[in-house]
């Protein structure tokens, strides 16, 4: 979003609301936001797999696994990710890509605002959500 | 024109028994020993007469087609070797039937190459012996018959690391032991008692033994290594591969070491030898193939059992199934057996 534009702000609730890892979703004119806290901050997203338009949000948040050698394992907690329920796809929360380039899709994010202790999600102006 | 699946056959016991140590060879002559039959496939001898040609190299290059630049021998009699018992006697016989081969065959004909017969019990036996043949410029491939441990497993660890390191093809084809003898691979649902339903199982083998490779990560741990799929038809390749991609895009974090669609690498070193085992390159068949990338697909003869009028006219103008790919796959070999670079 260019700088000076006004963004929409989505009341999500408040920073003591929320459990490490647990997403809570906000509805919106069209669908739903989830939000959720990790260890490297709150992140929002679309409530819609780019793949299959499932209900990604009753996926579960987690770390990812780095590309290793046959079965070694390197997981990497500091990229949160989520993980469709429907076919397990995986989608980096910092940007809404996939993991390992699965796909070119993306997960629509959005970014969040603390203000007071008061979570905002920053939706785009003119956006129907 | 490059056939690269032309089965090949020593005539008589006889005609290899000094192949063998003297005691083993001793061992052989004493007991019920038989070369196995020119088909490796259960119930199936009605090709005995044309096979009886296949044991001259003089009659095989006579009935070579002019347009053949190469053609892959393979000694097709190591394949239900993948059945015995005697893992120590098959691994013997891959190595007496490579000298008969390298040393009555190859000289007979400039056009003849070889893929090394190997035995699948033993992989480090199986390794060495195909290094034995690695400085041969003719000997572009090794070939064996599968078993009862898919391709990804470190039973096959060592003879994988070698081809790969000596950036030799490895071929695999159908021993005819499939479903029914201890140690061969399994068919699914349970044991065929016909020979009709060992062959319509066979694709299962084969998509079996590749997504072992693919998902145990052999692409990756043995860079060099080429695998060339003769025996098992293609057609069922295409859906397959789609599948390939699918589970590993739902499951990429427990297969971390694969960072692109497994389709992608399979292109890259997987090959279908577009043999008698497929069906006729129909309409039907075509809207198939489609969908397997054009440069995994390589003509083979599959002689004696083919090949047929039709399926060579159907192929006419696909340079690159005709001859450019087997060119590229089997590069290292072929390039030093014409003193390229």
Redesign the interface.
């Known amino acids: 979003v260019s700088a000076g534009v006004q963004l929409e702000r989505l009341a999500a609730g408040r920073v003591e609301d929320y459990a490490a890892g647990e997403l809570r979703l906000w509805p919106t004119r069209t669908g739903s936001i989830g939000v959720v806290r990790t260890a490297q901050g709150f992140y929002a997203l679309r409530n819609r797999c780019p793949h299959q338009a499932g209900p990604i949000c009753a996926g579960k948040v987690t770390g ?11 997981y990497d907690a500091s990229t949160p990710v989520i ?1 469709c329920p429907l ?4 989608f980096r929360l910092s940007d809404g890509r996939s ?5 070119r899709k993306r997960l629509v994010t959005y970014g969040v605002e603390i203000e007071d202790g008061a979570v905002y999600v920053l939706l785009r102006p003119g956006v129907s959500e | 024109m490059i056939d690269a699946e032309l089965h090949v056959y020593a005539g008589s016991r006889e005609e290899i028994l000094d192949r063998f140590e003297p005691s083993l060879a001793a061992r052989i002559r004493d007991t019920a020993f038989r070369l196995p039959p020119a088909s490796p496939h259960p119930g199936v001898d009605v090709f005995a007469g044309e096979v009886a040609a296949a044991t001259d190299p003089a009659e095989v290059a006579e009935r070579l087609p002019e347009e053949v630049e190469w053609a892959l021998l393979v000694p097709a009699q190591i394949f239900p070797a993948a059945g015995w018992l005697d893992h120590g006697l098959a691994a013997a016989f891959a190595a007496a039937l490579n000298d008969h081969f390298a040393q009555t065959w190859l000289p007979a004909d400039p056009r003849f190459r070889l893929a090394a017969a190997l035995s699948p019990h033993d992989a480090p036996a199986a390794a060495a012996e195909l290094r034995r043949w690695a400085g041969d410029p003719r000997v572009v491939a090794g070939c064996f018959a599968p078993t009862g441990a898919g391709l990804g497993h470190p039973h096959y660890a060592p003879l994988l690391a070698e081809a790969s390191r000596l950036e030799l093809p490895l071929m695999m084809h159908p021993s005819g032991a499939e479903g029914i003898a201890l140690g061969a691979p399994l068919l699914g649902g349970g044991t065929p008692r016909t020979p009709q339903e060992t062959f319509t199982l066979l694709p299962q083998v084969a998509a079996a033994n590749l997504a072992s490779a693919v998902y145990d990560g052999a692409f990756e741990t043995h860079p060099g290594l080429t695998l060339v799929l003769a025996g098992f038809g293609v057609e069922w390749a295409g859906p397959w591969l789609w599948k390939l991609d699918q589970e590993w895009r739902g499951l990429r974090a427990d297969v971390p070491w694969l960072t692109r669609p497994p389709s992608e690498t399979l292109a890259e070193r997987v090959r279908f030898v577009l043999d008698e085992s497929c069906p006729p390159l129909d309409a039907a068949t075509r809207a198939l193939l489609e969908l397997v990338p054009d440069g995994m697909l390589l003509y083979g003869s599959d002689a004696p059992f083919g090949p047929g009028e039709e399926r060579l006219a159907a192929l006419a103008g696909h340079e690159s199934i005709l001859a450019g790919n087997a060119a590229a796959t089997f590069a290292a070999g072929a390039a030093a057996a014409t003193g390229g670079a």
């Not at chain 1, 993991?99 to 796909?103: F, N």
């Open positions: 990812t696994m780095l590309p290793s050698r046959p079965h070694e394992y390197r993980r076919h397990r796809w995986e993991t390992s380039a699965i796909t």
